[in-house]
């Protein structure tokens, strides 16, 4: 089976930074691509960012992060990071992990179970 495991999250004031990390590991074949998504009491869970696997991946950002979040992949570690720089009390949410993948045994997307990012004065 797959598991993704995220780690990073916490308590940060605002204008503040935290780097997210996220490892995919399991019977993977190959891994198109990963992302995060991110869900706020009480709203639906939307896309952060998303990265393509490859030599050149290619990168989707939500127009709320674009110019303060970084996403990056590890392609030989199936490991996506997220550098939040410029945080904003409106960033608090459950960050999740994304990876579209290739297994033994089925082609499809898996999460991770999240991780709590709070900002806060």
């Known amino acids: 089976q797959v598991q993704l495991v995220e780690s990073g999250g916490g308590l940060v004031k605002p204008g503040g930074s935290l780097r997210l990390s996220c490892v995919a590991s399991?019977?993977?074949?190959?891994?198109?691509?990963m992302g995060w998504y991110r869900q706020a009491p009480g709203k639906q869970r939307e896309l952060v960012a998303t990265?393509?696997?490859?030599?050149?991946?290619?990168?989707n950002y939500a127009d709320s992060v674009k110019g303060r979040f970084t996403i990056s992949m590890d392609n030989a570690r199936n490991t996506v990071y997220l550098q939040m720089n410029s945080l904003r009390p409106e960033d608090t949410a459950v960050y999740y992990c994304?990876?579209?993948?290739?297994?033994?045994?089925?082609?499809?997307?898996?999460w991770g179970q999240g991780t709590q990012v709070t900002v806060s004065s």
């Open positions: 399991g019977s993977i074949l190959r891994v198109f691509a």
């Open positions: 994304n990876a579209n993948l290739i297994t033994t045994a089925t082609t499809g997307d898996f």
């Open positions: 990265i393509t696997s490859g030599e050149v991946g290619k990168i």
